[in-house]
């Protein structure tokens, strides 16, 4: 069994930054990507950042410039930064592991940008 635990969101002012962290634990052997969605009210889920397991990332387009995503592969933990935040950034952020091509989820946590 896996398990995926987000952690770091919160409520923050238009402009502030937040990280976002995502361990992953149990048999969790051969996890080739980790990474983020957000799905904001009455939207469809959006894919925000991925990352490899040999470091190649992939930030979508929207928040390129703002976000990053890393990962500390023997923590088996990965981040998000987000900077410059927007009040359209608000959205639950869910991360994933995909464990030899099984994806496993956690259960979200809520990003609120004030504006």
């Known amino acids: 069994q896996v398990q995926v635990v987000e952690s770091g969101g919160g409520l923050v002012q238009t402009g502030g930054s937040l990280r976002l962290s995502c361990a992953a634990s149990?048999?969790?052997?051969?996890?080739?990507?980790m990474g983020w969605y957000r799905q904001a009210p009455e939207k469809q889920r959006e894919l925000v950042a991925f990352?490899?397991?040999?470091?190649?990332?992939t930030v979508a387009n929207s928040v390129k410039v703002r976000f990053t995503i890393s990962r500390d592969n023997a923590k088996n933990t990965v981040y998000l930064q987000m900077n410059s935040l927007k009040p359209e950034d608000t959205a639950v952020y869910s991360c994933?592991?995909?464990?030899?091509?099984?994806?496993?989820w956690g259960q979200g946590t809520q990003v609120t940008v004030s504006s």
């Open positions: 994933y592991a995909d464990v030899s091509y099984t994806i496993y």
């Open positions: 149990g048999s969790i052997f051969g996890i080739r990507i």
């Open positions: 990352i490899t397991s040999g470091g190649s990332t």
